[in-house]
């Protein structure tokens, strides 16, 4: 059978209307493809009845909020070098123990020169300057306590020393007024004041700066030695022996801090 032009067109269309949603589906299936969309630029897929186009999920890209980036900046890694294997560069166990020296420095000065009740003990290592050089009042002088008001010093043994004892004892830190009488030393014990609190708690902030002065002194010294000798040793190994000498400065210097803390609760009460 022959059939006419315009027969062959109205089958052709037929056809073409059949293939139409396959054709549209493999278009919109282009479209959604994230590998063919960056060369697709400006192009619009057509749509074709009765199909819905729904867009490719979006990348999300998830960045650290400020909070996490300064929490992690805190944190920074710990170290622990094993002394033995630096003692060719510097001894990490005397550094330790020149920073406790200082922090027990600290705990000894806090002892004897920052109490709330003067007693007969306190007064012992009041330190006193003679001419002969600086010694301990109760190596000076016998301390005993007359009354709970009154504290007696007995400079018999060293007459000469009465004057530079008594200067010692008002020049303390301890709001006394002492008496002389021949070569006794009269000290009334000082009545317990807010202000008197307050000035020892003072004090104590001057006495927890000079330890942590004294503490960047080890420190600096420490890290001197190691630079004087960082020939033939790599840069990583000085720089770690480096962080460790700052890691314990660090912790001392907590360790003041604490100290501090207690005993101006001490003494504020």
Request: hydrophobic residues 40%.
């Amino acid at each position: 059978m022959i059939l006419s032009a315009q027969e062959d067109d109205v089958m052709a269309l037929n056809h073409l209307n059949l293939l139409r949603p396959f054709l549209c589906q493999s278009l919109v299936l282009h479209a959604r493809s994230p590998l063919t969309v960056s060369s697709w630029v400006g192009f619009s897929p057509p749509i074709c009845p009765g199909t819905t186009l729904h867009p490719a999920p979006a990348c999300i890209r998830l960045y650290a909020t400020k909070k996490s980036k300064a929490k992690a900046k805190g944190q920074s890694a710990k170290v622990n070098i094993n002394s033995a294997l630096v003692e060719d560069i510097i001894s990490l166990d005397e550094v330790k123990e020149d920073m406790t020296s200082v922090l027990n420095a600290l705990k000894e000065e806090f002892t004897r020169n920052l109490s709330i009740r003067t007693s007969a003990g306190a007064l012992d290592h009041i330190v006193v300057t003679t001419q002969d050089g600086k010694f301990p009042l109760n190596q000076l002088g016998q301390i005993s306590m007359k009354s709970p008001q009154l504290i007696m010093v007995n400079m018999s043994s060293f007459p000469e020393a009465t004057a530079a004892a008594t200067r010692a004892l008002r020049e303390s830190s301890m709001n006394l007024n002492p008496e002389v009488d021949g070569t006794i030393i009269k000290v009334p014990v000082p009545k317990v004041t807010r202000e008197h609190r307050e000035n020892l708690a003072k004090l104590a902030k001057q006495f927890s700066n000079k330890a942590k002065d004294s503490l960047r002194r080890v420190r600096s010294n420490a890290v001197n030695q190691v630079k004087k000798v960082k020939e033939g040793h790599s840069e990583d190994t000085i720089r770690l022996i480096e962080k460790q000498i700052q890691q314990m400065a660090d912790n001392f210097a907590a360790d003041i801090d604490k100290q501090l803390a207690s005993k101006t609760k001490e003494l504020l009460g």
